[in-house]
């Protein structure tokens, strides 16, 4: 069982303040600072220093924080399992992003559910930065993502790597597209900040010296069906992994806007805390999930 110290050490990392965590906490500050400091002789180095008035970790302090978390997420794993063995079925927690959780797991789920032993499943489709959260709380086993994450952070398993394509709907009325500046006149149609189709585009626009503000017309939807449909009825562009608009092109509601020099794609990804100690079961976990047969 993890020192009830460790909570107030994690709340301080939460939001790098003292003030904050001691309320969160219902502690005084004088008895937060006494918990740091604790910790601080037991591990024999500074946890935290300030930078211009900024709390923020040390190096050391980084270390903690990132063993300490994963420590706390096995605790909340090895607690729930012993609770439910030998009387109830047990439940897995796995989060995945939206483009995942809806065009690339659903028939993978389904035969992983009839060919285990009973178990309930508790899905979380949310995008990445919410996953990642979710994770180092201890509310999700594991998550499948398509975002990018500290990979010192978190141990992973490359599902595949996946093509992001540009797309408008078949009738759209397009003109010459020589460079990717040129989509910069058509409206964009894109997905919310957090979400790992958004980050992917953004990094890629970074890289070659644009942001998304260069689209002057944009709408922000969080729904893969909704964003399929404005661009099926002609109101813009957008850029979606090839697997979610795979069946509209070949039913010929949406096109790819071919687009030369352009090439984005980006791994999907099978993650979990880093150092957790029941790591060999999330690796055999995914081998289940992922067999070839699920088609």
């Known amino acids: ?37 604790h910790l601080e002789n037991y591990y024999g180095t500074k946890l935290f220093r300030y930078d211009n008035k900024t709390l923020r970790l040390t190096e050391a302090g980084e270390k903690v924080y990132g063993a300490l978390l994963s420590f706390r997420h096995d605790e909340i794993y090895l607690k729930e399992s012993l609770r439910s063995s030998g009387t109830q079925a047990e439940t ?56 990018f994450f500290k990979k010192t952070d978190y141990e992973s398993i490359r599902i595949r790597r996946e093509e992001l394509v540009a ?58 069906s909704v964003i399929r449909k404005l661009l099926e009825n002609n109101l813009g562009v957008s850029f979606l992994y090839r697997a979610v608009v795979e069946k509209d092109m070949k039913d010929g509601r949406l096109v790819s806007i071919p687009i030369p020099g352009c090439h984005i794609s980006h791994e999907f990804n099978f993650i979990w805390r880093k150092n957790s100690i029941f790591s060999d079961r999330y690796r055999m976990l995914f081998r289940r999930l992922m067999a070839d047969k699920a088609g």
């Not at 020192?3 to 937060?32: G, H, I, M, S, W």
């Not at 040129?182 to 189709?197: C, H, K, N, Q, W």
């Open 92 to 147: 897995l927690k796995l989060g995945a992003t939206l483009s995942i959780g809806e065009y690339f797991l659903p028939n993978r789920l389904v035969r992983f559910l009839q060919e285990s032993v009973p178990m309930q499943m508790e899905l979380t489709i949310s995008d990445t930065q919410d996953l990642l959260a979710r994770l180092d709380d201890g509310t999700l086993d594991f998550a499948l993502v398509e975002g």
């Open 1 to 37: 069982m993890l020192d009830f110290r460790t909570d107030t050490f994690l709340c301080v990392c939460k939001y790098r303040n003292f003030t904050r965590a001691a309320a969160e906490l219902n502690l005084t500050q004088p008895c937060v600072s006494q918990h740091i400091r």
């Open 167 to 224: 797309v408008c709907g078949a009738r759209y009325p397009l003109g010459n597209i020589r460079s990717i500046a040129d989509l910069f006149a058509y409206p964009l149609i894109t997905r919310e900040p957090g979400s790992g189709t958004r980050e992917v585009l953004e990094r890629y626009l970074m890289e070659n010296g644009y942001s998304i503000s260069c689209f002057p017309r944009r709408s922000t939807v969080n729904d893969l």
